[in-house]
């Protein structure tokens, strides 16, 4: 059954263009669209779930989506927004990225045989490389003039940048290119759909003229807007490194915290684009937020979805603990579930000192706090704080005669010193 995927997208706040006759073409009967991926890493990063869900969304609307890695492109460089070249990939890596791209499209695409609208993974490396220069300037540059490739935004706010050094010949291609993808997936898989960023209008158009002009046949774009956060600053940046995909680049943790920490404008926005929530279910999840926000249930749930959907539901819960867990009345033996990688996430930023195992057979509270450490000042800090009924061990009150032991250890290596709640340290016994 079809269902209204331009509809779907609008309320979601996904369409930003969308070229005329696309919704009539699209209600009509099953129809194949695609997007394209950059294959220069072994993971997708959460600037790509938009066009992600662009796809998902369009497989569960009834239609059949198609992932394009793009081996052929990405060797050559996107001019879109970029002001530098992308460096080339050899072939084995291409083939390795591009297998660990399609098992992390495999979390949103079903890519199934015997569904009869199954996603599919195609590398535009595969149709490109035996065409020589030759055969594509004649068979495909002839169709498109340099007045109209001039003409297009991203080519155009490349060469009039100061801070260019212009654009190589290279790189003028990339919408050639990407336009013959276009061309070859309309004959070869019957795929009258690109999709992609609002960035992206310029290339898919050029593939939907390519289509008109030598295949004689109708292609359409849709396109979304970019994702840009109310703070002002770039959606899918952790302090300025990208989010990954990958649990081994970015931790199910800090993943989940990404989305927990969003603000309130943002999480509303988000929940609608990143989880697969019904309009009816995001308003009242929306309405709970707005009437008690000091609870979070916004971001709460959005952190759910998401980090379910791309790493796994242990994950997700794993990181909710670990999320919850300073705060928790039964810390020592939670903090004993985290495994090391967690645990250092969680305390990332906190200073440490790194003792011995013999150290710690002969170290007391005020050694601990001061002269082995240097978490307090002196001394007399210690004495003062532990006085003060001030300082934890592992979140529980200690006096001045606590002997730490191996029993404090967490995972074996460490022991969190507090004074208050808002001065944390970690010794690290080796």
């Keep these: 059954m079809i ?16 070229m005329p006759g696309a919704e009539e073409h699209l209600m009509e009967a099953m129809r194949s669209a695609y997007v394209g991926f950059d294959p220069t890493a072994d993971s997708l990063h959460i600037g790509n779930l938009v066009p992600i869900m ?25 001019p879109s ?24 499209l495999s979390h949103f695409l079903d890519f199934e045989n015997d569904v009869q609208n199954a996603a599919e993974l195609v590398n535009n490396y595969d149709w490109m490389k035996d065409f020589s220069f030759l055969e594509f300037i004649r068979d495909v540059g002839k169709h498109i003039t340099v007045n109209y490739m001039m003409a297009k935004d991203s080519v155009k706010n490349r060469i009039s940048s100061e801070s260019s050094d212009g654009m190589s010949f290279t790189e003028f291609t990339y919408q050639l290119v990407q336009g013959y993808d276009f061309l070859h ?24 003229e390519l289509i008109r002009r030598v295949a004689q046949g109708k292609g359409f774009a849709i396109t979304c807007p970019l994702i840009t956060k109310s703070d002002g600053s770039k959606f899918g940046k952790s302090e300025g490194s990208n989010v990954w995909l990958d649990a081994n680049r970015t931790s199910p943790y800090k993943f989940y915290q990404y989305w927990l920490n969003s603000s309130d404008d943002d999480a509303e926005k988000y929940i609608k684009i990143f989880t697969f929530l019904t309009e009816e279910e995001i308003k009242t999840i929306i309405k709970e937020h707005q009437d008690s926000p000091h609870l979070r249930s916004l971001q709460k749930r959005l952190a759910q979805e998401i980090t379910t959907m791309v790493h796994s539901e242990s994950d997700f819960k794993n990181a909710e603990r670990a999320s919850n867990i300073l705060f928790s009345k039964s810390f020592k033996v939670d903090i004993r579930t985290l495994d090391e990688k967690t645990f250092l996430d969680v305390f990332e930023g906190v200073p440490q000192a790194e003792i011995s195992r013999e150290e710690l ?70």
């Design 185 to 208: 997936l309309y004959n070869a898989k019957d795929c009258s759909i690109q999709m992609g960023g609002s960035d992206q209008w310029g290339n898919i158009t050029t593939g939907t």
């Design 54 to 78: 662009l796809l998902a969304h369009f497989q569960r609307c009834g239609h059949k989506p198609v992932a394009l890695v793009g081996g052929a492109t990405g060797m050559i460089g996107d």
């Design 3 to 18: 269902k209204n995927f331009v509809e779907e997208l609008q309320w979601r706040g996904m369409i930003h263009q969308t």
């Design 361 to 430: 057979s002969q170290l007391d509270m005020i050694g601990a706090l001061s002269a082995q450490t240097n978490f307090l000042a002196s001394n007399s800090d210690a004495r003062r704080a532990l006085n003060e009924n001030a300082v934890s061990v592992n979140k529980e009150k200690v006096t001045e005669d606590y002997q730490l032991s191996a029993e404090d250890l967490i995972n074996d290596i460490y022991i969190i010193l507090n004074k208050g709640k808002k001065n944390t340290y970690i010794i690290k016994v080796l």
């Design 81 to 104: 927004g970029k002001s530098s070249e992308r460096n080339l990939l050899d072939e084995k890596t291409l083939r390795h990225n591009q297998d660990a791209i399609k098992k992390q």
